[in-house]
């Protein structure tokens, strides 16, 4: 006999998952086998998760409110997908999405089918996004450089008096201890100082 299970996903210990359990409301889940994770979605590495894992047999069904409920980068998602339907034999329906229901339909064509088809879709859409941004980012900074904008931290003046701070110690008139506290600057940027303008 199939069991059904809810899974339940919150970036956070502060948000509410309040939505996503209405969600799942309908589908009469028992308290018992619902599963909630407060925390980032990056991996599968969460404690809830884990242990719905070992709970689901062959034939369960898992419902989710939505796909980035379950995780945010798309080849764990579909890692995961294989491990659900394939090696573990459950069902997954994600509410949001009724393309995303791997139980059989009706007109004979299998859900898992369709389910898996749609997730390699979006899957190939979250990687030509991602692609895109570091294109769209690195198109962004090499127009940014064509107009003179500078990145990274801007570089500090000299404090005032340094040459000749450094002239004095040079010529040992004052001990480097009292070269760094003359100007307000320690150790190391003092001697960085003078390698890069070679003093």
Do not use: H
């Amino acid at each position: 006999m199939s069991n059904t299970f809810g899974y339940i996903r919150v970036s956070s210990k502060d948000q509410n998952e309040a939505r996503q359990l209405a969600a799942l409301a309908e589908y009469e889940i028992p308290r018992s086998r619902l599963f909630i994770d407060k925390q980032s979605g990056k991996d599968f590495e969460r404690p809830a998760y884990r242990r719905l894992l070992k709970r689901l047999k062959s034939e369960d069904v898992l419902f989710v409110k939505s796909i980035d409920r379950l995780g945010r980068n798309y080849n764990e998602i579909l890692e995961q997908w294989r491990v659900l339907t394939k090696q573990i034999g459950a069902d997954v329906v994600v509410i949001d999405m009724p393309l995303l229901d791997t139980r059989t339909r009706g007109d004979d064509l299998t859900g898992t089918f369709i389910a898996d088809l749609v997730l390699q879709i979006l899957s190939y859409v979250a990687q030509t996004e991602r692609e895109n941004i570091r294109q769209r980012q690195a198109e962004g900074i090499a127009a940014a450089k064509a107009r003179g904008v500078r990145f990274g931290r801007e570089k500090k003046p000299l404090p005032e008096g340094f040459r000749e701070t450094v002239v004095k110690w040079r010529e040992k008139e004052i001990t480097c201890q009292q070269a760094l506290e003359r100007l307000g600057v320690s150790r190391s940027y003092f001697f960085n100082q003078i390698k890069q303008l070679d003093l």
